[in-house]
């Protein structure tokens, strides 16, 4: 099974990255587009494993001690803002994101990251060893066929839980079927 670990978005904050999808879309001869219901904020990719209980384990204590974690937010929530619009180039085209504003929220994002991250490894996991950039992706392999000059609206999203994913296809789509949902306890 292919893993990930995530935040689901609300469905505002989903509609208004699928406008800026559609008009990225109007804007491109070739391209992957995230479909509205795929929209998340990545924490981990895990890839493929048939390690699905452990992985649960490992955020299940990750759910229950980030309230504590010294630098955790004091509420059982915290809000982050999404914020701007990049792209970066790749062999195929250019990735398509809207970032996350640098403020508190964005620190305790980052903290959770670190958390799940940590404790998927000690489980175990090999993770990817890349700076965490944390992004909502929009499209990607985009081919744009004239300038794109995309402006999201403010939109704040509020965090009480993260869950596991799986990722797979079904009739030709990526297909995200959560399998746990982990609230900070």
């Not at 406008?19 to 493929?48: D, K, M, W, Y």
């Not at 066929?145 to 939109?155: D, G, I």
């Amino acid at each position: 099974m292919r893993l990930f670990v995530a935040i689901d978005l609300p469905d505002e904050a989903k509609e208004e990255l699928n406008r800026l999808t559609l008009e990225l879309r109007r804007a491109s001869c070739a391209g992957s587009f995230v479909p509205q219901e795929n929209a998340h904020l990545t924490l981990v990719f895990i890839g493929e494993t048939q390690r699905v209980n452990e992985a649960k384990a490992a955020l299940q204590q990750v759910a229950a001690s980030f309230r504590v974690h010294p630098g955790a937010p004091p509420d059982e929530s915290f809000e982050i803002n999404l914020l701007g619009i990049g792209s970066f180039k790749q062999r195929k085209g250019h990735t398509w994101w809207v970032g996350i504003s640098e403020d508190a929220g964005l620190a305790y994002l980052k903290i959770l990251q670190s958390e799940v991250a940590t404790a998927l490894a000690n489980a175990g996991f090999e993770l990817e060893k890349r700076f965490y950039k944390p992004h909502i992706t929009l499209a990607r392999s985009v081919k744009t066929t004239r300038l794109v000059h995309l402006e999201p609206a403010p939109l704040s999203v509020k965090v009480q839980e993260f869950i596991l994913y799986r990722s797979h296809a079904e009739q030709g789509k990526q297909v995200y079927t959560p399998l746990a949902v982990f609230p900070f306890c």
